[in-house]
């Protein structure tokens, strides 16, 4: 299902407004690259570009559908058939890395606000497709579109001034806040600063209340369950960690683990660099572990979870239609499953009838042997060998208690990624499965 002629009228409006801000936005930022004389061949570039973005508006206002710009439908479709969550994992994986090793290259305003542009570009064209449009324009949907660029926004804002601190560093300079560090009071100047926001803030909000209704849904029913249901947008996060792991895991103990880790993450810190101003290379462990943990593990999680999952929490296509009736089939299978009837071609270990407790017991912990043996060198016997190879100086530095427990939170924050990879590859539901007692991961 794409788009139609009917969709696009009704959607033209919007997008002759769309393109008519950015070419405004980008006519404003040429005049003022123009009035610094070192910047004129970019500001040609930004005033024509304005200039682009005028026409599309124009054809968005033409009156006609066939004249609405759209990304064209062979795009829309190979888009489509590319998309899956192993790909999405991977390619934003590969993506962060890029922005990372390449960060010098990025934090460039030029190449910043040429990215911010395009992504604007290409997401107006992509609203011209009704089954995008209507994921993407949904009114839950708005400010998450709007938190991404801003999210985006304020992490090019702190790598920039880390990587020129960095720089300044690295010449014997000081950082660039010890360089601006004029003290300034809290009245009147900072009381009038968020006066200011506070309102300013408050006349946005009451705009988009006109502009975009609060999306209230019919009184909630037993008899009629949303499809897809979908928690609140910051526990789509967990919600999508679901998928993977059992709710006692994914819902109660990562959660936990994430609050104490980051309760103990001053008392682990041994690094007295870094400290009062942004840096990458000086805490760049610290950095690289934060970011994967944040982005790769948590933001990521909620835009698939918000504009990729569908009914039935299928992964679709950004440009394909959300039907209920999409049926995918995972043939997954346990460890200990894999282990005792796939590799040894023998029936899993069961205690015999009428068995007492401990007979019980002794056969579960002989079925989940695998499992239990996998997860105790995982957890066990990885720390000590980590610590006495590519950890030797934060063990060192760190001492036992603490080196442990920094070593094991972040290996239960790889649990994620690993059991994904694992879910992908091999099929593997659980490592460790007792249903006995409830007990799965």
Known sequence: MHSNGFFLSDVAGFLGGYYTVLAVMNGVAALLMWRRQSRTVWAAVWAAYAGAMMILASL??????????????????????????????????????????????????????????????????????????????????????????????????ATKQAVVNDERIRQGLPVMEKVNDEKVLVWPDLVYTELICMVGVAALLLVWAIFLPAPLEEPASSVKTPNPSKAPWYFLGLQEMLVYFDPWYAGVVLPSLVVFGLMAMPYLDFNKKGNGYYSIEERKFSYLVWQFGFFELWITLIILGTFLRGPNWNFFGPFEFWTPYKVEVLNNVDLPQMFWVQWLNQPLPRAPQGAGLLTQIGFILLREAPGLLVMGAYLVLLPPLMAITIFRGFFAKMGFIRYMIMSNLMLLMLTLPLKMVLRWTLNLKYIISIPEFSLNF
């Open 60 to 157: 968005a206002l033409s009156g006609s559908a066939s004249m609405v710009p759209v990304l064209p439908l062979a795009i829309r479709n190979l888009v489509n058939d590319l998309s899956g969550p192993v790909l999405y994992t991977l390619g934003t994986t590969a993506f962060l890395v890029l922005l990372f090793v390449f960060r010098k290259f990025f934090v460039q305003p030029m190449v910043a606000w040429s990215i911010f542009n395009i992504s604007l570009l290409l997401l107006g064209l992509s609203m011209a497709d009704e089954n995008f449009a209507a994921i993407v324009m949904k009114p839950d949907n708005v400010p998450i579109v709007g938190l991404v660029f801003l999210l985006a926004f304020f992490t090019w804002v």
